[in-house]
């Protein structure tokens, strides 16, 4: 796949962003330069490799999935622009 100056004209309009002719001529190239890569890294045969998240194995800290009760009522509305009794205060949503 390729990208033509169209193509980036097009694409920077709907982005709402303004582009002179030598910046789309500029990127143009750029995008190519990219698609090209990526084109090459779809080349890699990945068959039965699994899916990295780390490159060390790390086990993931973990707290215990329990319900409290917050411990600290004033501390965690302490922030908040409008509270009553320890509760949030929002604004009616549905009339």
């Given at each position: 796949?390729?990208?033509?100056?169209a193509?980036?004209?097009?694409?920077?309009?709907?982005?709402?962003?303004?582009?002179?002719?030598?910046?789309?001529?500029?990127?143009?190239?750029?995008?190519?330069?990219?698609?090209?890569?990526?084109?090459?890294?779809?080349?890699?045969?990945?068959?039965?490799?699994?899916?990295?998240?780390?490159?060390?194995?790390?086990?993931?800290?973990?707290?215990?999935?329990?319900?409290?009760?917050?411990?600290?009522?004033?501390?965690v509305?302490l922030n908040?622009?409008?509270?009553?009794?320890?509760?949030f205060?929002?604004?009616?949503v549905?009339?």
């Amino acid at each position: 796949m390729s990208v033509d100056t169209a193509t980036v004209r097009r694409v920077a309009r709907l982005a709402r962003i303004k582009v002179t002719e030598e910046e789309a001529g500029r990127m143009t190239h750029e995008l190519n330069s990219i698609l090209g890569f990526v084109e090459q890294l779809d080349e890699v045969n990945v068959d039965g490799i699994e899916p990295m998240t780390s490159v060390v194995s790390v086990k993931m800290k973990r707290r215990s999935d329990v319900v409290t009760d917050g411990q600290d009522p004033k501390g965690v509305t302490l922030n908040a622009p409008l509270t009553d009794d320890d509760f949030f205060m929002v604004p009616k949503v549905v009339e």
